[in-house]
């Protein structure tokens, strides 16, 4: 990702409505499945939005980053003051069985060994422990986006938990998330000319809450364990086996 985009997401991250939205599911998510966690890791963790707002939910949480970035490790380092260390989350340099919960968002999608990422993050659960998931949705929408922020690969929901299955994962809950929205994403990045950069960036302040409000009443189905059909992106839940 260039130096750009990294300042982009760094400033934007607390306030824009997508951020927010994969916030909120990324802690609900925690809330319930790994709610006593005592060492967390953010395999990707970017400019650090996202441990910033685990830190303020789960203040007793040992937080732990890691990102191929130097740039990207400073900002979080700075925003959270968790331990990040510069690293890929395909080798991750980080001793097994030494995390109640690894979330990952948006980061598979990246060129890297995903087996050897997927692999990585289950060994340093602990038995029992949860992996939290995110990704980019299909393939077919890869578009200028994708390509300012650097990413190669979006998933299906399927696809996403046969590899998780191969690497011995649990499945406990998959959905698509971003569906209300999903036709004006397409329209967005498939229709319309590339604008030469990627889509974060600052929305007029009615449109943002608009929007956030569309992810807000999308969570009610993720509180209710009921998967929506489709989205622009994909959310898992799953866990290493306690044997």
Known sequence: MIAQEYDRMAALEETMWWYRGLHANIIHCLDRYA????????AGCGTGGMLTAIKARFPATRLHGVDISEQACAYAKAKSGA???????DALPFQ?????????CDVLGYEMNVDAAIRGAFEVLKPGGHLVLNLAAYQWMLSYHDRSVG????????SAVALLREQGFHIIFTTYWNTILFPLMVIRRKLMSDPGRSDVE??????NGFFTTCLAIERLALERRMALPFGGSVL???QRPRT
């Open 35 to 42: 709610p006593g966690m005592t060492d967390l890791l953010d």
């Open 151 to 158: 990413q190669v690969n979006r998933y299906t929901r399927s």
């Open 83 to 89: 331990h990040v260390v510069v690293g890929s989350v």
């Open 96 to 104: 097994p069985r030494s995390f109640d919960a690894v979330i990952s």
């Open 236 to 238: 898992i839940i799953a």
């Open 202 to 207: 600052s929305f007029d302040p009615i449109i």
